[in-house]
C-alpha cells in the first residue's frame, strides 16, 4: 500500500498474476501484462475484489483502499518514478 500525506485514504499498487487476471477471462489472451495494468475492466475487477476481502476482514472508513494501481513490474521503493500515476 502507499498513500500521501496529503491524501485521506491509501491506494494499492498490486502486481496481478497474469494468469489468473486471463483464467478470469478479463481480457484477451494475447495481451502483454503491461496493457492489463491500464484496462480499465481489470482495474475496476481487481479493485472491487480487494474492497471485498477488506471489508471480509473488518476494514471500514480509511481503512479501505481508495483505488488500486496496477503495477507490470515489481513494485519497489527504488522505481516510485516508474509508476506515472503516482
Given at each position: 500500500?502507499?498513500?500521501?500525506?496529503?491524501?485521506?485514504?491509501p491506494i494499492?499498487?498490486?502486481?496481478?498474476?497474469?494468469?489468473?487476471?486471463?483464467h478470469a477471462?478479463?481480457?484477451?489472451?494475447?495481451?502483454?501484462?503491461?496493457?492489463?495494468?491500464?484496462?480499465?475492466?481489470?482495474?475496476?475487477?481487481?479493485?472491487?475484489?480487494?474492497?471485498?476481502?477488506?471489508?471480509?476482514?473488518?476494514?471500514?472508513?480509511?481503512?479501505?483502499?481508495?483505488?488500486?494501481?496496477?503495477?507490470?513490474?515489481?513494485?519497489?521503493?527504488e522505481n516510485?518514478?516508474?509508476?506515472?500515476?503516482?
Open positions: 500500500m502507499f498513500g500521501f500525506p496529503n491524501k485521506v485514504k494499492a499498487i498490486v502486481v496481478v498474476d497474469e494468469n489468473a487476471i486471463r477471462k478479463l481480457s484477451g489472451e494475447h495481451a502483454q501484462l503491461s496493457d492489463l495494468a491500464e484496462d480499465k475492466k481489470v482495474v475496476d475487477a481487481v479493485f472491487k475484489d480487494m474492497l471485498g476481502a477488506g471489508k471480509t476482514a473488518g476494514l471500514n472508513g480509511i481503512e479501505l483502499v481508495a483505488g488500486v494501481i496496477i503495477a507490470h513490474e515489481p513494485w519497489t521503493p516510485v518514478p516508474s509508476f506515472p500515476y503516482i
